[in-house]
T-cell receptor
Framework: DAMVIQNPRYQVTQFGKPVTLSCSQT?????MYWYQQKSSQAPKLLFH???????NEADTPDNFQSRRPNTSFCFLDIRSPGLGDAAMYLC????????????????FGPGTRLTVL | GQNIDQPTEMTATEGAIVQINCTYQ??????LFWYQQHAGEAPTFLSY????GLEEKGRFSSFLSRSKGYSYLLLKELQMKDSASYLC??????????????FGGGTRVLVKP
């Protein structure tokens, strides 16, 4: 029944060591999102894909990159993690059909908690 | 830009009612969402309002006034499992296709026996 899957659930990396977080979905949704959520803060959108079109938020650091090789998978690459990048990273999907707002709720994965040592 | 305000924390007693307010100032508006998030878990969808008025779904209701830039989430017959953060999120105009949301900081609700 899992719809949005994130692996791993917990990731530990070293300062400056590249790390990749993965997300997969079984919903066949057009749109996939990556959020960063620090403790007791709101989820902050980093970027999203509408199908293969990549959309970066203006304030997302260059250190964060993303790949979407197919509809089902999306990856978040952190090229050189700093201590400030320790957070929960949430992947979400939505159907992405304009004019059908009731079908446009976002479905979130369980998140990956990243620790940077 | 979007600015969304909600109280940081609220405490209520099991069986009682709690109302969580959310005010927003946005450059455009195309819907407001409420999500529930338990500690260490992903947000889960609770409700969606795009027209003025009250939407009721079981113990949870959500209200919207677009002219006032105001919404509330009403939780009735509180249960211990309702202890969680409640996130208000706004979708801007022109963003329906991608459902791009801006989240408020969340309101942590603590239900006491």
């Amino acid at each position: 029944d899992a719809m949005v899957i994130q692996n791993p659930r917990y990731q530990v990396t070293q300062f400056g060591k590249p790390v990749t977080l993965s997300c997969s979905q079984t919903l066949n949704h057009n749109v996939m999102y990556w959020y960063q959520q620090k403790s007791s803060q709101a989820p902050k959108l980093l970027f999203h894909y509408y199908d293969k079109d990549f959309n970066n938020e203006a304030d997302t650091p260059d250190n964060f990159q993303s790949r979407r090789p197919n509809t089902s998978f999306c990856f978040l690459d952190i090229r050189s993690p700093g201590l400030g990048d320790a957070a929960m990273y949430l992947c979400a999907t939505s159907r992405g059909r304009a004019g059908n707002p009731l079908g446009n709720e976002q479905f979130f994965g369980p998140g990956t908690r990243l620790t940077v040592l | 830009g979007q600015n969304i305000d909600q109280p940081t924390e609220m405490t209520a007693t099991e069986g009682a009612i709690v109302q969580i307010n959310c005010t927003y100032q946005t450059s455009g508006f195309n819907g407001l969402f409420w999500y529930q998030q338990h500690a260490g878990e992903a947000p889960t969808f609770l409700s969606y309002n795009v027209l003025d008025g009250l939407e009721e779904k079981g113990r949870f209701s959500s209200f919207l006034s677009r002219s006032k830039g105001y919404s509330y989430l009403l939780l009735k017959e509180l249960q211990m499992k309702d202890s969680a953060s409640y996130l208000c999120a706004v979708r801007g105009r022109g963003e329906a296709a991608v459902n791009k949301l801006t989240f408020g900081g969340g309101t942590r609700v603590l239900v006491k026996p």
